[in-house]
């Protein structure tokens, strides 16, 4: 069973045919191929793109669970400051096989030593879109000027199949107009786009409004840096008038429920509104420290459950267009509307496999099935996820890469970060 996500959002039975790294025929398939997978009983569906995350911070799961906004804070910046280069690569590890093991092959991340990330994504075979964070020196723990390490970065990576480098700008609570500004052209020079956290609490909001007499968003707008294929991650304290800017400036927004409602910042991001004024809206985990998942099927679940409940509104946020969110949606955030997120010949090959064969997915027809994909959240069920045309995961077990010795030693290293803060 196809779930394609093309645009009359088709789910058929039949075959998908792969050739090389791309999708080459789906339907009927009457080429006879080199090797068969057989999918019977399962759900075949474009791979999750997870629009806004962390990925190092895997190693800080469950660091800071229960307290208050501030204290969280404290304590996650905190472990933040003592992190290694080293630290930092095998927490990437981890991340990128819990995404390849839960149904994600593709990523939109905000770090620094994003080359250490940046071979983690290599060697577990998934797409990284890795930004290295941008922000004033006075604020960094970086080694050096924080700008020229993006560009360093963004130099030394463009030309990799699976790695995208992007820039990435931390908030206005730590960069100056100098800072936005410079990211922005740097953005425009190496012909990618800008990835930022913008209004995501109340007090960020209503402090930098002090300060500057404009919300973050009018800030952002009245300075010229809103930018066109830009995302902007969380937008949960939001006016009516920052949403028409972004969509004005062709803005997406990553739309993060869980994190959001984990750390209990108040507010319910304004996504519908959104949606109805034009602004293309994805989803995203955050880091494990305040989700303490890279789980992008509870992700839709969440996305959806959470704007019924607002809006006392059962109709509210769909299961397909939770579903659009996290494929064809979160391409076109992306930029890779062309390549990603449905299952269409020419696309990708970033294809996963859910098995509906247990009871947790029983049963599964052509008409439940997207709504099985959001509201049964089915990570648990993936048997096989490929991507560019090569499994990352084949029969529930990881084929790039030693999963255990990943895991022996992101638990070893999470030991000495957390040795005496606690």
């Not at 629009?51 to 304590?75: I, P």
């Not at 990128?96 to 994003?114: N, P, R, V």
């Not at 769909?318 to 064809?328: E, G, I, N, R």
């Not at 996820?385 to 990943?406: A, C, Q, W």
């Amino acid at each position: 069973m196809i779930v394609t996500q093309n645009w009359k959002r088709e789910v058929v039975k039949g075959d998908v045919l792969i050739e090389g790294d791309r999708i080459s025929a789906v339907g009927h398939v009457k080429t006879r191929p080199d090797e068969v997978v057989d999918a019977a009983g399962c759900i075949v569906m474009p791979g999750l793109i997870n629009c806004h995350s962390h990925v190092a911070m895997s190693l800080m799961r469950s660091v800071a669970d229960d307290v208050k906004l501030d204290k969280f804070l404290d304590m996650t910046f905190a472990i933040d400051a003592r992190r290694s280069p080293e630290d930092v690569a095998i927490g990437a590890a981890l991340g990128c096989l819990e995404m390849a093991k839960s149904g994600t092959t593709a990523f939109l991340d905000i770090y620094y030593d994003e080359d250490r990330i940046a071979k983690a994504v290599e060697t577990v075979g998934i797409r990284g879109y890795l930004g290295w964070t941008v922000l004033d020196e006075k604020f960094t723990t970086q080694k050096g000027k924080p700008i020229k390490n993006c560009e360093a970065f963004i130099k030394n990576h463009k030309n990799s199949p699976l790695v995208k480098p992007i820039v990435s700008v931390q908030g206005v609570y730590v960069c100056s107009d100098e800072t936005w500004m410079a990211a922005r052209e740097l953005a425009s020079k190496e012909n990618t786009f800008c990835h930022y956290h913008v209004s995501e609490t109340r007090p960020e909001v209503y402090e930098h409004q002090k300060k500057t007499g404009k919300r973050p968003v009018e800030y952002l707008s009245s300075l010229g840096f809103l930018g066109k294929g830009d995302v902007a991650a969380h937008g949960v304290w939001l006016t009516m008038n920052e949403v028409r800017l972004l969509a004005n400036a062709g803005v997406s927004v990553a739309h993060c429920p869980v994190s959001n409602m984990k750390l209990a910042s108040g507010g319910v991001a304004p996504i519908p509104e959104m949606v109805a004024e034009g602004v293309n809206v994805c989803l995203g985990t955050d880091g494990c420290s305040s989700n303490n998942t890279l789980d992008m099927f509870s992700e839709m679940k969440f996305a959806s459950l959470m704007h019924k409940a607002h809006k006392w509104d059962a109709g509210v946020m769909s299961a397909q267009k939770c579903l659009d969110m996290a494929t064809v949606d979160a391409a076109r955030a992306i930029g890779a509307e062309k390549t990603l997120g449905s299952i269409e010949p020419g696309k990708k090959a970033d294809i996963v496999i859910v098995d509906c064969s247990n009871a947790s997915m029983s049963p599964t027809r052509a008409d439940n099935a997207v709504a099985n994909i959001v509201y049964a959240s089915p990570s648990r069920e993936v048997r096989d996820t490929i991507v560019d045309g090569r499994f990352v995961v084949r029969n529930r077990k990881v084929v790039t890469l030693d999963e255990r010795s990943v895991v022996q030693k992101a638990d070893e290293e999470a030991q000495k970060l957390m040795a005496g803060l606690r």
